[in-house]
Every structure is written in structure tokens, then in C-alpha cells.
Nanobody, 117 residues
């Protein structure tokens, strides 16, 4: 199994920045991709960004392209999401997810991001 723990959420003003972290433990050698999703109140969970663990290949949702940057530190088994130019509509619980080579999916507990003045 893979365990995921997010951190770094909080309250930030519109236009501000925040960095989220997702620390993985357990069978990390089996990770294929890691992703960020988010869920706003009353809305479905939506995809934000994905990184392929071995190659570093990256995909972004159109809504965050140019503002968010996903990265990973293989040595620390940690994925990051650097968020710039935050908007109120970015307010959500942010979840990290890992898919293994056995196509098992794991989720973290989520971290709240609130963008408000």
C-alpha cells in the first residue's frame, strides 16, 4: 500500500501564493503517477495536475495552467503543487492521489485551501 499525507493548505488573499506538499510512504517504488485533485463545497472532485513519477511528464487542467506548477522530489517521495495568482474559485479541499503500476489508487486526507480577502 501507499500512504499519502498532504500539508501546506491555509488561508490566502486573492493573487497570493501557496505551496502544497504530498508525502508518500509505503510501497512508493510501485508509484506510476501522482496527481492533485480538488473539491469545492457542493461540487464534484476535479482534476488539477498530474506528474508521472519516473519520467516527470506533466499534465494540467486548463483552469490552472500557467498559474500552478506541479513537481516532485523522488529522493523524498514528495510531490508539490505551487499555486500562484490564486483566485477565490480555487477555494477547495485539495487531495493528492497516487496510482501504482498495479493500477491501485490511493488518496490522501486532503488539505483545505481558502482564497479570500
Amino acid at each position: 500500500q501507499v500512504q499519502l499525507v498532504e500539508s501546506g493548505g491555509g488561508l490566502v488573499q486573492p493573487g497570493g501564493s501557496l505551496r502544497l506538499s504530498c508525502a508518500a510512504s509505503g510501497r512508493t517504488f510501485s508509484m506510476y503517477t501522482m496527481s492533485w485533485f480538488r473539491q469545492a463545497p457542493g461540487k464534484a472532485r476535479e482534476f488539477v495536475a498530474q506528474i508521472t513519477w519516473s519520467t516527470g511528464n506533466i499534465v494540467y487542467a486548463d483552469s490552472v495552467k500557467g498559474r500552478f506548477t506541479i513537481s516532485r522530489d523522488n529522493a523524498k517521495n514528495t510531490m508539490y503543487l505551487h499555486m500562484d495568482t490564486l483566485k477565490p474559485e480555487d477555494t477547495a479541499v485539495y487531495y493528492c492521489s497516487a496510482v501504482t503500476t498495479q493500477i491501485d489508487t490511493y488518496w490522501g486526507q486532503g488539505t483545505q485551501v481558502t482564497v479570500s480577502s
